[in-house]
């Protein structure tokens, strides 16, 4: 059974730096395309960024607000995808879902979320 | 910047019929945009329903259907029941390679 599982989430001041996780069991991380999508509270959903399979590639891309700041990877060793955050600001608090991506170009399987507050 | 259009709010009678919008701030949706649809209801994770604009993901009710209406794209739930209601979410991919949600619609069954 496909299962992602998130965690990591927390307090951090602005400027700081959280590194979010997301466990996969039912398949290996780095085959499958997968994505971040974030929720502020009260407002909609917005894509985060997306990392392709090990077997196409690879290939990172972010949403503008984010690039440069956040960093997506995954470990085979662990099944795991990270979202390393940095420099975060007031504006970055929301939960945060990983997902996997199907074709073609939909989120298919959705985690629980965490939720990351930035404040000080 | 491209901005995805949603109505904010919605309400349907009980077995009824009610069509959600998905439009673009400049241009027409199409099938090339990969419309898709999530359901969302509050402290919960979204449900995917509807991806490639009219294809029903797996386990959802054919009562909810898509498709492309004019220029944008559709959500219609036919026969709306109380557990619909929700805030439903489309999302588009640009050809820039990006996704791009509308702000959603909040979705009331009374």
């Known amino acids: 059974e496909v299962q992602l599982v998130e965690s990591g989430g927390g307090l951090v001041k602005p400027g700081g730096s959280l590194r979010l996780s997301c466990a996969v069991s039912?398949?290996?991380?780095?085959?499958?395309?997968m994505t971040w999508v974030r929720q502020a509270p009260g407002k909609g959903l917005e894509w985060v960024g997306r990392?392709?399979?090990?077997?196409?590639?690879?290939?990172?891309d972010y949403a503008a607000p984010v690039k440069g700041r956040f960093t997506i990877s995954g470990d085979d060793s662990k099944n795991t995808l990270y979202l390393q955050m940095n420099s975060l600001k007031t504006e970055d608090t929301g939960v945060y879902y990983c997902?996997?991506?199907?074709?073609?170009?939909?989120?298919?399987?959705w985690g629980q979320g965490t939720l990351v507050t930035v404040s000080s | 910047q491209t901005v995805v259009t949603q109505e904010p709010s919605f309400s349907v009678s009980p077995g009824g019929t009610v069509t959600l919008t998905c439009g673009l701030s400049s241009g027409s949706v199409s099938p090339t945009y990969y419309p898709s649809w999530y359901q969302q209801t509050p402290g919960q994770s979204p449900r995917t329903l509807i991806y490639?604009?009219?294809t029903r993901s797996s386990g959802v009710p054919d009562r909810f259907s898509g498709s492309i209406l004019g220029n944008k794209a559709a959500l219609t739930i036919t026969g709306a029941q109380a557990d619909d209601e929700s805030d439903y979410y489309c999302?588009?991919?640009?050809?820039?390679?990006?996704?791009?949600f509308g702000g959603g619609t909040k979705l009331t069954v009374l």
């Open positions: 039912g398949f290996t991380v780095t085959n499958a395309w």
């Open positions: 990392i392709k399979s090990k077997s196409d590639g690879g290939t990172i």
């Open positions: 997902t996997t991506l199907a074709s073609p170009a939909y989120f298919h399987r």
């Open positions: 490639n604009t009219n």
């Open positions: 999302v588009l991919f640009m050809t820039s390679g990006i996704w791009v």
